[in-house]
């Protein structure tokens, strides 16, 4: 895949995914915007019922005071009645609009005599009220009167009504109304409106003061609803009934919750799934760069000792150095050395294929670790002093004995020696000391090389990683040694890392538990 095609596509990708989350934010949106009107609807309706109640009955307590009058009135009814009503208008332009009503009550009283008659008598009882006419400033005259006045002053509503707001207005609020039963009406308002949520109510004057009728922990700061409770004889708001509640956004969500969670979910998965195939892409990616450099590499490791063995297999067939068997020796060491370095790296492949498919056997045994030091010491002693350098070894660990494999043991210690050969500038300066913990074999393996970033040191563990300048690699090699070091490390329950500072040489550490 080319690397501008591929930035493409990551891009379509992210700008795919970032629109679908912003669709689905605003969708969340539009739904508790709408659940939120619902909500605000409801209350207010849960609200102005529940006034209305609390009015209706405190003037059911009058009627109930008040109920002779209010029958007095009921039986006159059906008497003959009559209205008489008269506009005055004073000196100050203000206008007064009388009622009267006379009830004529009517009784037959017998005769007695001849004739067998009697004669009807008549009692005619009248009531007044005088009505202050407030102007209609549109019609610049006076407002019509309620058309229901009659029949409010017939049967008695009109008159005990207004009484028991004008007294009502002068008993104090507690007299009046309780919080308990506040609450209580209005919970059952808001169950009847589809509102599960809890409140906290609380009772204000008309100048805004709070009353003792309020909600505990009752806060001021997250009023949401206000309706009037109370009113005058003049039909003004004397008392305010407010409200809030503090698992709103919870209750308004409550129904969509199990959408929005699914919602949530399958978004997280897009997410998931969109981030695990860029990295698996760019995983891919750079698998297929490794691929490439490891088959550069092995070709380049391959083409010496070829061309090396062509030239020796060449020189045995010529004459000449056939009848000297000191070439001939010479020629055939020469062959079967480079045969010998060809079968190593075939071998150190073939090794890393069993690991990473968790085939390799182990021949676990006893093995003296200062021991297996000393035999890996060997081989890189005589590179080391080729180049003028130099190997120290110190042993200093009195417990020696590990369980493990004397032949991989062997290995990893030729492999983090000749590593710390290779990345040896001019002469190499390598100690190897051994020594104990308290219940591990520790080998540190200390150059005087090149040493490695920060960056480098967390990956040179890594299969087939190498470090490298530009797009140059400054030593030969395929990047799996140190990978194979730290398999069998870890297969022999030890711990192997380095540190490392650029330009003043890497540490190797191995700790491997003792024999038990």
């Known amino acids: 895949m080319k690397k501008g095609f591929y930035k493409v596509l990551i891009a379509i990708m992210s700008i795919a995914l970032i629109g679908l989350m912003i669709i689905q934010f605003y969708w969340l949106n539009l739904t508790f915007q709408s659940g939120l009107e619902n909500f605000n609807s409801s209350v207010y309706q849960a609200m102005n019922a529940t006034t209305d109640k609390v009015n209706k009955y405190e003037i059911e307590k009058y009627y109930y005071k008040l109920n002779n009058v209010n029958n007095e009135l009921k039986a006159n009814v059906d008497k003959p009645q009559v209205f008489t009503h008269q506009v005055v208008k004073d000196s100050l332009g203000v206008t007064y609009y009388y009622v009267t009503k006379y009830v ?10 001849m004739y067998n008659d009697s004669i009807t008598k008549a009692n005619i009882y009248s009531q007044e009220k005088v009505y202050k006419v407030d102007k209609d400033s549109a019609s610049k005259g006076i407002e019509n009167l309620n058309f229901n006045l009659e029949e409010s002053l017939r049967d008695g509503t009109y008159m005990i009504e207004n009484m028991a707001r004008w007294d009502a207005g002068t008993t104090p609020l507690d007299k ?9 009406i209005f919970k059952r308002e808001l169950t009847r409106f589809g509102i599960k949520a809890t409140p906290r109510i609380g009772v204000f004057t008309k100048d805004s003061l709070l009353t003792n009728i309020k909600s505990e922990h009752f806060k001021e ?5 206000t309706v009037p409770l109370f009113y005058d004889k003049d039909d003004h708001p004397v008392y305010n009934l407010t409200a809030y509640f503090p698992d709103q956004n919870y209750v308004i969500l409550g129904d969509v919750i199990p959408i929005v969670s699914l919602t949530f979910i399958l ?5 998931t799934v969109f981030a695990l195939a860029i990295y698996y892409m760019q995983m891919q990616r750079r698998i ?3 691929k490439t450099d490891f088959i550069n590499n092995m070709t380049h490791e391959f083409k010496t000792p070829i061309a090396t ?9 010529n004459a000449k150095i056939i009848s000297e068997p000191e070439k001939v020796k010479y020629y055939a060491d020469l062959i079967k050395q480079e045969n010998k370095r060809m079968n190593a790296h075939v071998e150190m492949v073939l090794r890393m294929a069993k690991l990473e498919r968790n085939q390799m056997e182990l021949n676990i045994e006893d093995v003296n670790m200062n021991g297996i030091v000393q035999k890996s010491v060997e081989p890189i002693r005589f590179i080391v002093e080729e180049r003028n350098g130099t190997i120290f070894e110190e042993y200093k660990a009195d417990k020696v004995f590990v369980n493990g494999d004397p032949f991989h043991l062997e290995n990893i210690i030729i492999n983090v020696l000749d590593n710390a050969r290779k990345y040896s500038s001019g002469k190499p300066d390598i100690k190897i000391s051994t020594y104990n913990s308290d219940t591990h074999f520790i080998v540190e393996v200390k150059d005087k090389g090149i040493g490695m970033s920060p960056n480098v040191l967390k990956k040179i563990f890594e299969q087939f990683y190498r470090e490298e300048t530009g797009n140059v690699h400054n030593v030969k090699g395929h990047g799996l040694g140190l990978a194979y070091v730290k398999k069998i490390i870890h297969l022999h329950g030890g711990e192997v890392w380095a540190e490392s500072e650029p330009e003043k040489g890497s540490t190797f550490y191995i700790k491997i538990p003792l024999k038990s």
Do not use: C, H
Request: charged share 25%.
């Open 288 to 290: 297929s760069e490794i």
């Open 104 to 113: 004529v009550e009517k009784s037959m009283l017998p005769i007695s005599g």
């Open 267 to 271: 978004t997280m998965i897009i997410v």
């Open 176 to 184: 009046r109304i309780s919080y308990k039963m506040l609450d209580s």
């Open 221 to 225: 700061k997250n009023i949401k609803f």
């Open 309 to 317: 063995i062509n030239i020796a297999s060449d020189a045995l067939k």
